[in-house]
Every structure is written in C-alpha cells, then in structure tokens.
C-alpha cells in the first residue's frame, strides 16, 4: 500500500485525495499512514538490528504485528527511547501547538476555552473510531470530526517523520537497514 520510495508530499497528496473522494476513507488511510510512519520511525531510530526489531520487537509472543497506539508506545519505549529520551505521547505533544493550530482551524465554531486533552489523547479518540469504523460499529464519521481526525493523524505522521528527519533517520526514499546495535 505505501512505498518507501515516495515522498512525504506525494502521500499527503494521495491522502488528500482519497480524503476528498471520501471522508471516512481518506481517514483510514491516514490512520494506516501514522501506523506506517511510527513503524518506519522505530526501524530508523531504534537501538537494536532492523531484522530484530522486525523479527523480535514488532511482533509478539504469539507472531502477531505489533498494533494499536499502546503496542507502538510500548515499541517506541523499548527501542527508540532508551537513545533519544523522548516518549511517543510527549514527543507528539511537544509538536502540540503546531498540530493543534492546524487540526482547531478546521473544527466549526471550535472554542480554545473549551478545549481539553492533548494530543495522544485525540488521537486515541482518532484511532477509537478508526476502529469503530473497521468493525462495522461505525459507518461513517461527521465531516466536521472526520476532518479534524484526519488534520490531527497527518500532523503526528508529519513531527514523526521530521523528528526522524532530524536525529539522521530518513524514512523515506531508502530502505532502513542497521546491522549492528546501536549503544
């Protein structure tokens, strides 16, 4: 579905066109792409091998894909943190402002002063109804709420991927690969 060797601006061009074709799609997709974008981020960033992480840290006991925001957390914790001493929520919340100014401006009527959480904590609301949506509970999403969701799963792929871009960890255009540990 993604490819490595595309850019950052052609996803986000495709996402956009998908979100505009259809609103809840679009949102999948987005959802699928920060997915993507944490586990790129791990392989680049991590402590250990490429092929140990793949092979060891993002599956687990049972052979299963490491999934959901708290087995990205938990991978993120285990890998990338003990190098860059930054937790997944915090990291994302420290881009907050920028991902809030951008997400906010699309909400109707939206008031800071009523305003609660932080970004983890929308894009656990995010991923509640992407899976909602996926389970047949949900079959479609207010465009007034699928465009926030949307705004707000593309800024925290955009901080990943310049958080990456920034500590020599390009997840785009190569493939990632480390043959040794890292200490």
Known sequence: MFDYKETRADRVKTLNRLFDTDKSVGFLIACADFEWTVNRVVLALGKNTTKFIRNNRMKDSGGHYVCGLDGYKELWKVEVEPLHHIHLPVLLDNGWNEVKGVCVKTIPDYDPARSVGNVWEFL???????????????NRVKPATAIFMFNLVLECSRVLCEYAEKNNGAIYGKRIVRLKPRE
């Open 124 to 138: 656990n609301r995010a991923f509640a109804i992407r899976s909602e949506l996926i389970h047949g509970h949900r």
